[in-house]
């Protein structure tokens, strides 16, 4: 599975942004996929996750309220993300689990996209 993460850029604080997820070469429609960030100096972190359904989702606490995720059948699962804050700013990586359920930590999820930019001025 290659996976394509789009949609990221700079946005004022307060804004929002839509990231995608989007699968080729194979399709992730029976994984689940979870969105993780990486600051500049500090670990890979998770954002959000859902399941291979859609009927669960899990968010990290610093984004719970504010960011929203989604897929939809046509193999593409977005991060609808709203009230940013500089400390959104990252790297954001999409990933396609090794099962149908939707992980919180990185060591549940095989295939990785190559990372979209969010930056988030004051």
């Known amino acids: 599975v290659q996976l394509q993460a789009s949609g990221g850029g700079l946005v004022q604080a307060g804004g929002s942004l839509r990231l995608s997820c989007a699968a080729s070469?194979?399709?992730?429609?029976?994984?689940?996929v979870g969105w993780f960030r990486q600051a500049p100096g500090k670990e890979r972190e998770f954002v959000a996750a859902?399941?291979?359904?859609?009927?669960?989702t899990f968010y990290a606490d610093s984004v719970k309220g504010r960011f929203t995720i989604s897929r939809n059948r046509r193999n593409t699962v977005t991060l609808q993300m709203n009230s940013l804050t500089p400390e959104d700013t990252a790297v954001y990586y999409c990933?396609?689990?090794?099962?149908?359920?939707?992980?919180?930590?990185?060591?549940?999820?095989?295939?990785w996209g190559q990372g979209t930019l969010v930056t988030v001025s004051s």
């Open positions: 070469g194979r399709t992730f429609s029976n994984n689940g």
């Open positions: 990933a396609s689990a090794l099962g149908s359920a939707a992980p919180i930590v990185p060591s549940g999820y095989r295939y």
């Open positions: 859902i399941s291979w359904n859609g009927f669960s």
